[in-house]
């Protein structure tokens, strides 16, 4: 069951023969048991993660925000500089990682049915065939949706929460779970600046509010503005984390 939408329920039927005052407490139980099988899980990805040097990256947003388009232009511009693999989660199809996987970039896409999110046993399988060691950046797109995949660690670096100048500035207030798990802010589709009602600065604002430590981009992946904010972005933690590798090897 997940934590906040009861997707993906247990296996059999259920009892409907008990008290109300015991039903809070069994759902409390199962929620604390699947976050804490899943941090597990999420730990041993992290260890196989760190000793390869790969830099992982979880990006999350509402559907629409331009994960794709963002992930499709920086395989595209970096492509011949960094080794990348992707993870595509969807509900169903694989139309994004078919878009991906045009450039030649390993992917494996994750259709997780009537799940709102993934979650690190998906993601430890879904790893299995890239080459970890040969890999220095693995880009996982989550499933469209700004609250349920804040509570599931899959093993990265860092959470990257995408906000499209279409959505509102409000809605790191709307949902402060996923912008104070994310590291990074991505104000995406600035170039629509002109035709929409967006405050930048209140939308920084807002999601400083809830996470004073956030890191801010702007970009638009049309016009091409904010891309070398975002390669930079990548390239420091990159660095950072082949370091321990380089190290060992010296």
């Not at 896409?109 to 299995?128: F, P, R, S, W, Y």
């Not at 959470?159 to 590291?183: I, N, W």
């Not at 890191?215 to 975002?230: D, K, Q, T, Y």
Request: charged share 25%.
């Amino acid at each position: 069951m997940c934590i906040n939408c009861g997707c993906a329920p247990t296996e059999g039927a259920h009892n409907h023969h008990h008290h109300d005052h015991d039903h809070g407490a069994r759902t409390l139980r199962i929620e604390e048991d699947l976050l804490a099988k899943n941090d597990r899980l999420a730990a041993g990805n992290r260890a196989q993660f760190a000793a390869a040097g790969v830099f992982v990256l979880n990006l999350v947003s509402s559907p629409g925000s331009g994960k794709t388009t963002l992930l499709e232009r920086t395989l595209r511009e970096l492509g011949t500089k960094w080794r990348f693999a992707v993870l595509e989660g969807d509900q169903q199809t694989s139309l994004d990682a078919d878009r991906i996987a045009a450039p030649g970039v390993p992917v494996r896409q994750i259709n997780t049915g009537a799940g709102c999110h993934l979650d690190a046993h998906m993601v430890g399988h879904g790893v299995e065939n890239f080459d970890l060691p040969g890999t220095d950046l693995l880009l996982i797109e989550n499933v469209g949706n700004l609250v349920c995949p804040a509570s599931f660690d899959l093993g990265e670096d860092h959470k990257v929460a995408l906000l499209s100048v279409t959505e509102g500035e409000d809605k790191p207030l709307k949902y402060p779970q996923m912008f104070r798990a994310a590291a990074l802010m991505i104000i995406t589709k600035t170039d629509l600046l002109p035709y929409v009602d967006f405050d930048v600065e209140r939308c920084k604002a807002f999601a400083r509010q809830v996470n004073p430590k956030i890191e801010i981009l702007e970009l638009s992946c049309r016009s091409g503005e904010g891309l070398a904010e975002w390669y930079g972005w990548l390239e420091e933690g990159v660095k950072r984390k082949q370091e321990p590798r380089a190290e060992s090897q010296e």
